[in-house]
């Protein structure tokens, strides 16, 4: 009774805001997005080479949208997450990969005003893992034109929302969907190299299924149109364009006010290649453009800093039979 009088005062704000949060109002912030970045990270790779592309990400957010107007509506003041993912990708042969997303939220915040009343709740904890094949279909080197294609599956890490203090946190602050998905991926390539010129499209399509909690997030589609451009022998700049969209979800087969719609983005980067073997690479998400279904927060920016590169298993066991 003690341990219920001392947290009381909690879990009726928590259960409140999680009421709150799955009816009139939604958040679109806390995800870290299209997990793919930069333009060395979207091809295949030859075989037994590895490619390890390791990012950071900052985001925030602090207003509401209605469709695709400002709303004065105020119900979470901001929220914001830190992110750490990685992209792993392995050459089986030549033209197939396969390929594996990991990612861990270090927070998930959202910093709650309710009748003059302030609070904060944050999740934290593994995202869900992809595992991906991609197979080159076309490539064509002196034309600089090629296709590939991707299909995986989406692995929850858990199957139970996270807690605090025995009660369950707001989907918006879970860092898992706790549910199986389909990933389907299509990658697009035309370079210019007289000009220094990249041009790179990529569509991903998302398709979770419905958890233990009969709650199933809406389909989404990305795209992106990415062009680089070398700047020097080291450095290159990139933007891309980046549309992101969502059905609306459901629960318990009925659909979810306030979720779903269509954000687009621009994103410019700057990539420094150090020795022909490392790429470091700051990025920043800025929307450009949201219609949102119902009332929900919006992205107002993000922040990401990423480290790849590839390792050539073949080349090191050649290098070293020719030593014996």
């Keep these: 009774m003690l341990i219920f009088e001392k947290y009381r005062m909690k879990i009726w704000i928590i259960l409140f805001i999680s009421l709150v949060s799955s009816g009139k109002v939604s958040a679109q912030c806390c995800s870290p997005g299209n997990p793919v970045g930069g333009t060395a990270n979207l091809s295949i790779v030859p075989k037994q080479v590895l490619r390890m592309n390791t990012y950071f990400r900052y985001g925030y957010a602090d207003t509401y949208f209605e469709g695709s107007s400002k709303s004065d509506f105020?119900?979470?003041?901001?929220?914001?997450?830190?992110?750490?993912?990685?992209?792993?990708?392995?050459?089986?042969?030549?033209?197939?990969?396969?390929?594996?997303?990991?990612?861990?939220?270090?927070?998930?915040?959202?910093?709650?005003?309710?009748?003059?009343?302030?609070?904060?709740?944050?999740?934290?904890?593994?995202r869900d893992g992809v595992i991906s094949l991609k197979y080159n279909f076309y490539k064509n080197a002196p034309k600089e034109l090629e296709f590939t294609a991707g299909?995986?599956?989406?692995?929850?890490?858990?199957?139970?929302?996270?807690?605090?203090n025995n009660v369950e946190l707001p989907i918006d602050v879970q860092s898992s969907n706790m549910a199986y998905g389909?990933?389907?991926?299509?990658?697009?390539?035309?370079?210019?190299?007289?000009?220094?010129?990249?041009?790179?499209?990529?569509?991903?399509?998302?398709?979770?299924?419905?958890?233990?909690?009969?709650?199933?997030?809406?389909?989404?589609?990305?795209?992106?149109?990415?062009?680089s451009k070398a700047l020097t022998t080291h450095w290159s700049l990139i933007i891309q364009v980046r549309d992101e969209w969502r059905e609306p979800?459901?629960?318990?087969d009925q659909s979810v006010p306030s979720s779903g719609g269509n954000t687009l983005f621009v994103a410019p980067q700057l990539n420094y290649n150090v020795l022909q073997q490392?790429?470091?690479?700051?990025?920043?998400?800025i929307p450009v453009f949201?219609?949102?279904?119902?009332?929900?927060?919006?992205?107002?920016?993000?922040?990401?800093?990423?480290?790849?590169?590839?390792?050539?298993?073949?080349?090191?066991?050649?290098?070293?039979?020719?030593?014996f």
């Design 74 to 126: 105020l119900f979470v003041e901001n929220a914001s997450y830190n992110f750490l993912g990685t992209i792993l990708t392995y050459g089986l042969l030549d033209k197939l990969n396969v390929e594996v997303e990991l990612g861990y939220y270090f927070n998930l915040t959202q910093n709650y005003d309710i009748n003059a009343t302030k609070y904060t709740l944050e999740g934290f904890g593994l």
């Design 278 to 285: 490392w790429n470091i690479s700051v990025l920043a998400d």
């Design 151 to 164: 299909l995986g599956t989406r692995i929850p890490f858990r199957k139970n929302p996270q807690t605090v």
């Design 290 to 323: 949201r219609y949102y279904e119902g009332i929900q927060l919006s992205p107002k920016y993000a922040f990401s800093i990423q480290l790849s590169r590839e390792f050539d298993f073949l080349k090191k066991i050649n290098s070293a039979n020719d030593v």
């Design 182 to 227: 389909i990933v389907a991926q299509t990658f697009l390539y035309k370079g210019f190299i007289a000009n220094g010129l990249h041009l790179f499209l990529l569509n991903r399509y998302e398709n979770t299924f419905e958890n233990t909690q009969e709650y199933r997030y809406g389909q989404a589609l990305y795209t992106s149109l990415f062009v």
């Design 249 to 252: 979800d459901q629960r318990f």
